[in-house]
């Protein structure tokens, strides 16, 4: 059976090539806003972090109608960080619509969503948005697309694809660049010739493969997934089983099935095979289970998500000003939400340690992690975490591995120079160079993960913020030696009290401060960067001793310089293997693993004669 009333479609692209607003205009033009409804800019990007960096975290469900046919859509993200997102959606979708800028043409995460469409045979209808920018050169881009394609080894079926070309912004799109553009009619018309409909057996037995989970307070887990055979209905038996896991076998009831309209997800008694529908009330439900029929147990198999390349320690945290700021600061309350992030998190990775507080969590990059931080931090969380550090393998000869990216650099020719040494004092190997858009040097280098951990902040310095860096992940490669992280030691309080400026004026001079006067402070908090590779004690509470001549009132005449406020992901580059960075609701601070200075000139010492 063809469901011809249905079409499943994922729209995957590089980070901020215009999918989510793409996503805003379908909806707007299909009706499902009434017509003096206020719509807020992205508004699939529901999440307050989404909204706030511009990026799409989650993958999103919606569906919306078109000439009597429901086009079920999924917004997918477009940084690398949350490939894990992108993999797993793709096995609900019938074909792809992947989304290129007009003038920043094909990018690294480009080549990465649509390998991944290619290798699941998805036809792919190529949208070059954003040709209304003054710089746009479609012509040229539709050129890049399709060396990408033959890259890929894409077969000749999938290199005759359908070029559209549109404003997400503007709210058109057109077939012929000499089109009059008027609204989005000629990418719903691709998408109804091009895209082939669902498919299925919809007489024979229940299966359906869950493709991403949900997770609502009220509800519990919620599975979403397409219907590949047979129909689901509510209150219907059924059994979970899972492909990669042959003991799993437990039955259940359907009690809640919902598709979606929209942004809503409206309530259904059954649906058949092509629907994409979700599923609550079954507790333990994974990515990868298939939800058969009692009598026929026929998992289907599912591409494992891939491994997790980096690691942090999360800790509860033990500062001389723990619990003043954090609702939430015990390990019982630490551990249920990062394990509570399991329920929809499918590329992270949780792992009790020997020490109860210590709990070890895996990602798939540092921007992975520092969203979950940052997402903690607003629900009340305080906690510590250590330095991001890689995923090593072993290979069968008993050879260390580690994880590979490779790394696209787009930078004024002026500071190429910068960029390559930088890099190459990383471990990084330049394996490419040649000129992109507006007069750029584009650089290609293969580094260890662990090179560019750290690496951000001072890019953006050494090419004064005109520098554009994307990685990818390449694998993983013999280990490629020792790397020192950072050059500069840290500046430490050596006693605990509230900074004075008397005390600050004295510290500037030794290097680059991250306090003003009047915070608190403890012994062994780092206040600062030091101009040295060593780190430096300083008493920052001192005050000046008052004499007959000397009024406390003279302080007020220091300079001091404004200090270097860090963000989290600053801070989180910034930071060293023997520091912390202390995360609380209101405040970030950074601290040595040992406070107490005698014992942590002990363990530098033992280090050293190891």
Do not use: W
Request: with cysteine; net charge negative; proline share 4%.
């Amino acid at each position: 059976m063809k469901r011809e009333d249905v079409r499943n479609i994922a729209i995957i692209a590089h980070v901020d090539h215009g999918k989510t607003t793409l996503v805003d205009e379908l909806l707007k033009q299909s009706g499902v806003f009434r017509a003096n409804q206020e719509v807020a800019e992205r508004v699939m990007d529901s999440n307050d972090l989404e909204r706030e960096r511009g990026i799409t975290i989650l993958s999103k469900n919606t569906a919306v109608y078109y000439k009597d046919t429901k086009i079920n859509i999924i917004d997918t993200p477009g940084h690398a960080d949350f490939g894990g997102e992108v993999e797993r959606v793709l096995k609900m979708v019938n074909g792809v619509i992947l989304v290129v800028d007009a003038f920043e043409g094909a990018m690294p995460q480009t080549k990465f969503v649509l390998k991944k469409a290619l290798e699941l045979d998805l036809p792919v209808i190529v949208c070059i948005n954003k040709i209304d920018r003054p710089e746009a050169r479609p012509n040229e881009v539709i050129d890049e697309v399709l060396e990408l394609f033959l890259d890929l080894d894409a077969s000749d079926e999938q290199l005759d694809c359908p070029f559209v070309f549109a404003s997400a912004k503007g709210g058109y799109a057109v077939r012929d660049l000499a089109d009059k553009p008027k609204n989005m009619v000629p990418l719903f018309e691709t998408i109804l010739d091009y895209i082939p409909a669902p498919e299925g057996d919809e007489n024979g037995p229940t299966q359906m493969l869950i493709s991403t989970i949900d997770y609502n307070e009220y509800v519990g887990r919620i599975g979403v997934g397409k219907v590949d055979r047979g129909t689901i209905s509510v209150n219907q038996d059924a059994i979970v089983v899972n492909h990669h896991d042959p003991t799993k076998q437990h039955k259940v009831r359907i009690s809640k099935l919902y598709e979606f309209d929209g942004l809503n997800k409206v309530d259904v008694t059954s649906a058949t095979v092509g629907s994409i529908v979700a599923i609550s009330g079954i507790s333990d439900l994974h990515v990868g289970d298939t939800i058969c029929a009692v009598d026929a147990p026929d998992p289907i198999p599912f591409q494992k998500i891939s491994e997790p390349t980096i690691s942090m320690n999360f800790i509860v945290n033990d500062s001389p000003l723990a619990g003043q700021e954090g609702k939430y600061v015990t390990s019982r309350h630490l551990r249920d939400r990062l394990f509570r992030e399991l329920n929809t998190d499918v590329s992270l990775r949780v792992e009790d340690t020997d020490d109860t507080d210590t709990f070890k969590v895996s990602g798939r990059g540092e921007l992975h992690l520092s969203i979950l931080i940052e997402t903690m931090r607003r629900e009340g969380y305080e906690f510590a975490v250590s330095k991001a550090e890689v995923i090593y393998h072993t290979d069968e000869r008993g050879k260390q591995l580690e994880p590979m990216e490779l790394v696209y650099v787009d930078v004024p020719e002026e500071f190429a120079g910068t960029v390559i040494q930088k890099l190459s004092l990383r471990k990084g190997e330049l394996q490419g160079m040649g000129t992109a858009q507006g007069g750029y040097t584009r650089l290609e280098f293969s580094i260890p993960s662990r090179g560019l951990i750290g690496y951000r902040g001072d890019f953006l310095t050494d090419t004064k913020g005109n520098g554009i860096m994307n990685a990818v992940f390449d694998g993983y490669g013999p280990y490629k030696g020792d790397l020192q992280y950072r050059t500069q030691g840290s500046l430490i309080a050596f006693e605990s009290g509230e900074s004075v400026a008397y005390g600050l004026f004295n510290a500037q001079d030794r290097g680059t401060l991250f306090i003003g006067p009047g915070e608190k402070v403890y012994s062994g908090m780092v206040i600062g960067q030091s101009a040295k590779p060593e780190d430096i004690e300083l008493n920052i509470c001192k005050t000046k001793h008052l004499t007959n001549t000397r009024a406390s009132g003279s302080d007020e005449a220091l300079k001091l310089s404004p200090p270097k406020i860090l963000s989290l992901e600053q801070a989180l580059e910034f930071i060293d293997t023997d520091e912390l960075l202390e995360v609380t609701p209101k405040s970030l601070r950074i601290r040595k693993k040992i406070l107490d200075p005698t014992m942590r000139k002990r363990a530098m010492i033992r280090k050293k004669n190891m």
